[in-house]
T-cell receptor
Framework: GQQVMQIPQYQHVQEGEDFTTYCNSSTTLSNIQWYKQRPGGHPVFLIQLVKSGEVKKQKRLTFQFGEAKKNSSLHITATQTTDVGTYFCAVNAGNNRKLIWGLGTSLAVNP | EAGVAQSPRYKIIEKRQSVAFWCNPISGHATLYWYQQILGQGPKLLIQFQNNGVVDDSQLPKDRFSAERLKGVDSTLKIQPAKLEDSAVYLC?????????????????FGPGTRLTVT
């Protein structure tokens, strides 16, 4: 079945440093969604990417969808303690009617 | 707009006992999802409903788990009998439908989850 890999599994940064997490699929994707889950909380939708090579920005967050629609990245510029949490990608491929979730990247930020 | 409601928030049971979780999705959302999230892992889809029909239940352990959404609104997820490995957070989510006409998917809104501990 379809698999999605997220790297790294964990990332520890100093406040103000940048952070990037990557999501890689074995198959071409229809779309990819990114979610954030704070410690003890539930996943919250951040953004969806649909088009090849698409780049979207939300304040300090930049999301990219690869040209081949098999990978994506989430980049945070100048991390803050409020960025702490686990970032998940969830992907959809073909006519599949469900999302496949990655294992997430847990971000810790030292103040 | 009210969010996705779930109850109970916490449950502790002994193995071989039964437990049921309840979910009320956002009003008007046709698609409802039950996920199992084990600590340190991503959400694992157990079952997905479109209105009151099952879209996907391929990862639902049907010998012990059951779920229903009789009137296409609220849903219950039951485990009978529970095993130690069922200890997890059970998340309910909803979306308007699953897919838009342009091929993109609708975002999913999650409830607070039920933390189940099986001893």
């Amino acid at each position: 079945g379809q698999q999605v890999m997220q790297i790294p599994q964990y990332q520890h940064v100093q406040e103000g440093e940048d952070f990037t997490t990557y999501c890689n699929s074995s198959t071409t994707l229809s779309n990819i969604q990114w979610y954030k889950q704070r410690p003890g909380g539930h996943p919250v939708f951040l953004i969806q990417l649909v088009k090849s090579g698409e780049v979207k920005k939300q304040k300090r967050l930049t999301f990219q969808f690869g040209e081949a629609k098999k990978n994506s990245s989430l980049h945070i510029t100048a991390t803050q303690t409020t960025d702490v949490g686990t970032y998940f990608c969830a992907v959809n491929a073909g006519n599949n009617r469900k999302l496949i979730w990655g294992l997430g990247t847990s971000l810790a930020v030292n103040p | 707009e009210a969010g996705v409601a779930q109850s109970p928030r916490y449950k502790i049971i002994e193995k071989r006992q039964s437990v049921a979780f309840w979910c009320n999705p956002i009003s008007g959302h046709a698609t409802l999802y039950w996920y199992q999230q084990i600590l340190g892992q991503g959400p694992k889809l157990l079952i997905q409903f479109q209105n009151n029909g099952v879209v996907d239940d391929s990862q639902l352990p049907k010998d012990r788990f059951s779920a229903e959404r009789l009137k296409g609104v609220d849903s219950t997820l039951k485990i009978q009998p529970a095993k130690l490995e069922d200890s997890a957070v059970y998340l309910c989510a909803s979306s308007l439908v699953f897919r838009r006409s342009d091929g993109s998917s609708y975002e999913q809104y999650f409830g607070p989850g039920t933390r189940l501990t099986v001893t």
